[in-house]
């Protein structure tokens, strides 16, 4: 039997295929297929106009359990007919929770940063399945849509402990949590205080924290002040392309989906259907997220004589037609062979790779678990119901909603304390110039300091919608005598 690592193998669409037979042809001659199998799987546009709404065969997602690792070229997303991106349904079924991107300023690609001599090289760590990325959307009445936005305790501390982990592996001594603590004060707050809380255990790396707005113009500014950032979902979605335009495009940023058990490597771009079987795409991204790949599975000494190859390279000049920078460009076949010719050669100009003495390969297949795993943090903290928050469909005035409310909670041992329309208080104390729409939250708080279950809020709740379309309902509950809920704005 040979005892060589397999990895499962999807090449793509579009321009998949070419920079997939690219970077194999690199990774050949670098001696890496002496050590890995790349096995092929069918997944993408082929798969979906099959029937297949998945966009892979069974068997592909069986490689990919039973290797705990898959190699990606870009894939198409088909547009109507409610089929999902293939690329967030591998990311959330194998638990691929992390997503780690490179940005490095790469020699002979011209950028405003490599013209005014500043250099670029920091990593996003960006969570890859909670926040709005759940899907979970509402349409509450004609006119009001809502978005659940989930934040979990274990999901920030995956998220924040796998960034100080790879900071520790690499050498960064500096990692900088982005957020939006300031206005989402539970959810984003979660993300910082857990942040904040591991930091602790890593006494070596210096952290800060900036809120994103800030942190968005900072990172034009002065890139080379971040080693490593790490962020929720949405937020890390848009500094991770906001980074990619700082190196010089999307072609240059590699990406990896890192899971306990199983991980995801894969070009960030799309398929290119534009410039699709020409010879002219860039392989760049995918090499890079390979490399990664191969740092990943312990092979560090092939994956720092790929990079260093790469960087010199571009550095001589030789690049695809999508690069601005020295010389002329080349085709996709022809730069692969350059990388592949130039392996063992060093870049003069940056700083290349250490190349260690030796590969250790060294990933450990997934076990597969006989029951999903359920991840519980807070599990001491007791909760205890203080009342509700309804939601209402309701075009009435504060004023007489509010002496209808009333009238509702007079026997029951509820009081109405707030009614809010998106987000902002408009009973009891409020101003005319607030604009409403058909939607409105009213809460209502328990009048003295009593212990009930959820019982008598269900039972509110079903007195209020016999007078009233209800569009949402949420008990609103004491954490250890902290609130669990948010104020609203002008409370
Ligand atoms: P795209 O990234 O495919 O193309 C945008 C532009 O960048 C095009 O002009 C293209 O020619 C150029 N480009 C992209 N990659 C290049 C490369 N390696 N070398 C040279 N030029 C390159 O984005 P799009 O046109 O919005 O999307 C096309 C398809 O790709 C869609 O079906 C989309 O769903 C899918 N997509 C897939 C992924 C993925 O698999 N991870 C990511 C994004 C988009």
Known sequence: MSDKLSI??????????????ACLHIFEAAGVLDQVDFVEVEMGQKVFASGETRGMTDEA??????????????????IGGGGKS????????????????????????????SRAGVPVDF????????????????????????????????GCDQICRFAFETAKNFGIDQVTCGHKANIMKMTDGTFLDRFRFLSEDYPDIETEDCIIDALCMNLVLRPDKYKMIVLTNLQGDIVSDLAAGLVGGLGFAPSAN?????????AVHGTAPDIAGQDL??????????????????????????????????????????????????????????????????????????????????HTPPVRPSVNEMMVTNEQVESTVCGCDIFLHTTLTPLDLAARLQRICES??????????RGTQVWPTGSPYTELVNECCVRFELTEDLVIGQGPTIHLLAK???KFTVTDFVPIKMYDGERGYSLAQGQ
Do not use: W
């Open 123 to 154: 990593y996003v760590v960006r969570e890859n399945v909670e926040d709005t990325y759940g899907g979970i959307e509402h349409r509450l009445t004609p006119d009001s849509y809502v978005a659940k936005r989930l934040i979990s305790t274990p």
């Open 258 to 266: 890192i899971g306990d058990q199983i991980s995801i490597f894969e």
């Open 61 to 78: 997602v069986e490689l990919i359990e039973k290797t705990g690792i898959l190699y990606k070229g870009p894939m198409g997303t088909p």
């Open 8 to 21: 499962a193998l999807a090449p793509g669409d579009g321009i998949g295929p070419e920079i997939t037979r």
């Open 86 to 113: 293939i690329n967030v349904t591998l990311r959330k079924t194998f638990g691929a929770f992390a997503n780690l991107r490179h940005f490095q300023s790469l020699p002979g690609v011209e950028t405003v940063f």
């Open 412 to 421: 029951t041992p509820f009081k109405l304390t707030v009614i809010s329309n």
């Open 281 to 362: 795409a860039n392989p760049t991204s995918l090499l890079l997220s390979g490399v990664i790949m191969l740092r990943h599975i312990g092979l560090r000494k092939s994956a720092a004589i790929i990079e260093n190859s790469l960087l010199y390279t571009l550095e001589n000049g030789v690049h695809t037609g999508d690069v601005k920078g020295i010389g002329e460009a080349v085709g996709t076949k022809a730069f692969a062979a350059a990388i592949a010719e130039n392996l063992g050669k060093t870049p003069e100009t940056t700083e290349g790779c250490v190349v260690p003495a030796n590969d250790v390969l060294c």
């Open 464 to 466: 209020v919608a016999e």
